[in-house]
């Protein structure tokens, strides 16, 4: 697997609050993707990128925001957290070359808000 | 847009009787299709893959699918359950340039003895 890490793996933090998730990548894939998991909903996704600087919205984007300012790296940020932002998130990354179609993901953050 | 539909929330099966998840897909165009599973609180691994080559397509563990446009449909075998395999199973649809992914909401396996 693509060499993928997260951190925090946990965190527990009050309404209100601002949050910023990692997620790191070792593979200089081009593309990374940012997903919450729910149950009932599998995963959705909230972010993605396609190089440095590029950015575009996915499904449940509202109250989210994404930087990458480098290749390994891509933030998540939720600007204010509310308690339905409780939730497991997922990165993910993929190579740009041709035929590989293949995302790889990280071990998830379990993000709770009281 | 695409979207998939696993069609069973859980299934439950005896050690050593076959294993069947059913996944069907909605598409606009020949998609390419992802089976992934996921061990309880661990990441996301990549079962197999369909991306328009052979119909049949085999995976990891035992693992196969197949491919089948009359039906729409993808759906996940093994013939043999083991205790390991109880997990949950997502099938996955990708958009027509592979930018995004679409997950179904997944199939708990649930393994008895």
């Known amino acids: 697997d693509a060499g993928i890490t997260q951190s925090p793996r946990h965190k527990v933090t009050e309404t209100g609050t601002p949050v910023t998730l990692r997620c790191h990548q070792t593979?200089?894939?081009?593309?990374m993707y940012w997903y919450r998991q729910d149950p009932g909903h599998g995963l959705r996704l909230i972010h993605y990128s396609y190089g440095v600087k590029d950015t575009d919205k996915g499904e449940v984007s509202d109250g989210y925001s994404v930087s990458r300012s480098k290749t390994e790296d891509f933030l998540l940020t939720l600007e204010s957290a509310t308690s339905s932002q409780t939730s497991v998130y997922f990165c993910?990354?993929?190579?740009?070359?041709?035929?590989?179609?293949?995302?790889?993901f990280g071990p998830g953050t379990r993000l709770l808000v009281l | 847009a695409q979207s998939v539909t696993q069609l069973d929330s859980h299934v439950s099966v005896s050690e050593g009787t076959p294993v069947l998840l059913r996944c069907n897909y909605s598409?606009?165009?020949?998609?390419?299709l992802f089976w992934y599973v996921q061990h309880p609180n661990k990441g996301l691994q990549l079962l197999l893959k369909y991306t328009s080559a052979a119909t049949l397509v085999k995976g990891i563990n035992g693992f196969e699918a197949e491919f089948k446009k009359s039906e729409t449909s993808f759906h996940l075998t093994k013939p043999s359950a083991h205790m390991s395999d109880a997990a949950e199973y997502f099938c996955v649809v990708s958009d027509k340039g592979y930018s995004t992914l679409t997950f179904g909401k997944g199939t708990m396996l649930l393994v008895s003895p």
């Open positions: 993910a990354s993929r190579s740009r070359d041709r035929g590989e179609e293949t995302q790889y």
């Open positions: 598409s606009s165009y020949s998609p390419s």
């Open positions: 593979e200089n894939h081009r593309y």
